[in-house]
DNA sequence: TTGACTGTGTACCGTACGGTACGGTACAGC
DNA sequence: GCTGTACCGTACCGTACGGTACACAGTCAA
């Protein structure tokens, strides 16, 4: 889902700890549950970040299907250290998913004092980049080996592409839409019914068109209009007066 | 997308012509562009027709990486017989698809004398024969199936689920939603805008959350509310009078 | 200088799998 | 009966790739 860097980067993190102390694929990014992202990004050291952007590339370009050689030789590093830091190829393609969902921020969501302008603003602001992320040739990419991975059972890509994405985005709109409905903006009985709507208001089919490969993407200003009557729309079936 | 066969089969049929005179991969369904699959359905024998179902079985199971053997195993057919047959393993995966494809039959919808109420019940009808599709294991197979074809450049899985898919679904739609506003019912400037809206408020992030692997499925009840609330939401937004 | 450590490059192994070849059987037409 | 065709079962081949082993280079500390 949301997998590229749009609006801000939370770049030049300390890569003081080491990043595993065995395979790669025990490590649990932190926080209780389903590892955070938020804050608590795995570390990763500045070569191994390298490694892992280089993997990034090379999935946008040829999809889940690189090898290990090719990895070793985009990134001009041996195999046998990259079985060292990452464990197999599946440690690796998730520290490469875990990486690029770390540099994801999402925008900004007002919290109080919300107006009516306010709010709808801050809805197209969050439309929009989250159409600008899902339609992204690096969110495509690790979308369809999340997709893939999912079917074949091991590997949990799907769970954390899962947690990053639709489970994200949740997660920090229904506070605003609290918000919004205690400051009279927005009327629901269940926030999740209304971040269904707005989820499937905003993303529609341009996600799932996107994943079987359809060339066309709509450019910056389309995703606007799209962004904005989306918001339209949900305020007018939620809104309030 | 819509993969599964629940509302109509169209079983039965003669399987006269053989269904190709070189790889079966040079075979164009038949109909201009894009390949028909409403009426023209691509003819296999039965045999075939057996091999295909093994292998829809198969991909339920473990997905694409069902091995040639393991195809040839489960339907008690020599590998040679699957090359003379498909040409290689893409062109038994795109058998497989267009198999699968020719079974779907979409909801049958009105489109003279439309009311209000037969409008209304239309559209939840086929908003919930299509929720029940995408969520079916065999179009979740198919559709990760061809969402990781499409990363990798070759096969035109992801165009055949896309024509089969979200496209077949509009251009069904479509007629309606010109017919609801020919009867003042609906109201809308761009037939395609309306179907973006329709198709979003009913999928919402079931298909996505579904292909990712998350466990959790909508049953027959939930669907019927979650369409129900979709058609209503709808109506709000494009309903007339 | 020496030695421990980290990483590169490369050669290598095992295996899984796509694709082919071939022997054997059943059956239809002559 | 003979021949051709269609199919099954299985053995086989080539290769690509995951994973491992090892030799060599650079760095840093004592």
């Known amino acids: 889902?949301?997998?590229?860097?749009?609006?801000?980067?939370?770049?030049?993190?300390?890569?003081?700890?080491?990043?595993?102390?065995?395979?790669?694929?025990?490590?649990?990014?932190?926080?209780?549950?389903?590892?955070?992202?938020?804050?608590?990004a795995p570390e990763f050291t500045e070569r191994q970040r390298e490694v892992l952007d280089a993997v990034l590339k090379l999935m946008v370009a040829e999809g889940?299907?690189?090898?290990?050689?090719?990895?070793?030789?985009?990134?001009?590093?041996?195999?046998?250290?990259?079985?060292?830091?990452?464990?197999?190829?599946?440690?690796?393609?998730?520290?490469?998913?875990?990486?690029?969902?770390?540099?994801?921020?999402?925008?900004?969501?007002?919290?109080?004092?919300?107006?009516?302008?306010?709010l709808e603003q801050a809805l197209r602001d969050f439309a929009q980049s989250w159409l600008t992320v899902i339609t992204g040739d690096l969110s495509i990419a690790l979308n369809r080996a999340a997709v893939g991975h999912a079917g074949s059972g091991k590997s949990r890509l799907g769970e954390i592409v899962l947690t990053n994405g639709p489970f994200a985005m949740k997660r920090r709109l229904e506070p605003l839409f609290e918000a919004g409905r205690e400051a009279g903006l927005l009327a629901f009985d269940e926030a999740g019914d209304a971040f269904r709507t707005f989820f499937g208001l905003v993303v529609a089919d341009a996600q799932i068109r996107a994943l079987l490969g359809e060339g066309y993407r709509p450019d910056a200003r389309e995703i606007e209009i799209i962004a904005a009557r989306a918001v339209r729309q949900f305020l007018s079936l939620y809104g309030q007066g």
Chains 1, 2 share one sequence.
């Open 1 to 40: 889902m949301n997998l590229t860097t749009p609006p801000e980067n939370a770049a030049g993190r300390s890569p003081a700890v080491d990043p595993n102390a065995g395979p790669a694929r025990e490590r649990a990014g932190a926080s209780a549950l389903g590892f955070g992202s938020e804050d608590d």
């Open 64 to 118: 889940d299907g690189f090898s290990v050689a090719a990895v070793a030789g985009a990134a001009s590093c041996s195999k046998e250290t990259l079985y060292k830091w990452f464990g197999d190829r599946d440690g690796l393609l998730t520290a490469t998913v875990r990486w690029q969902a770390s540099k994801v921020r999402m925008p900004k969501l007002p919290r109080e004092r919300l107006t009516r302008e306010g």
